[in-house]
């Protein structure tokens, strides 16, 4: 099976922040962040649609109802709610990760993500074949 020239792209985001409770929910300019954020990743090329991650608790149903009012994607697999990586796993099974030539992960407090900046890092994930890792953070320098 030939791979796809698409991403899959996941923003991981719940209610249940530790520092900051229901933070993806805050306003900016009268809108949930949440929102600014995956009006943001609209602009993004190449991806397929951005869906957002959250963990199966109640604290995350009024999240997932904003998103699916306002035409986005969410998904809560049946996992803890801490099992990040078990998320993602069983998102890019049920979005068809075989056929996407990646994952690009947003976090659901990032409210100024740039999509320029994310096509950029696809043009260069692209122009590169052995490339197989991509960040935009400092968390490697």
Known sequence: MKIGNRFLLFVQARMESTRLPGKVMLPILD?????????????????????????????????MCLLSRHGHKSLAPDCPS?????????????????????????????????PYLINQGISIFNSKPRLKYFSLSNDFA
């Open 82 to 114: 801490e099992d990040v990586l078990t998320r993602f796993w069983i998102a890019t099974e049920q979005f068809g990760g075989k056929d996407y030539k990646g994952i690009i992960r947003v976090t659901g407090d990032c409210s100024l993500i740039d």
């Open 31 to 63: 809108q949930p962040m949440i929102l600014h954020i995956m009006h943001r990743l609209s602009e993004v090329d190449i991806i397929g649609v951005p869906v957002v991650l959250t963990a199966d608790t109640g604290y995350n149903k009024e999240l």
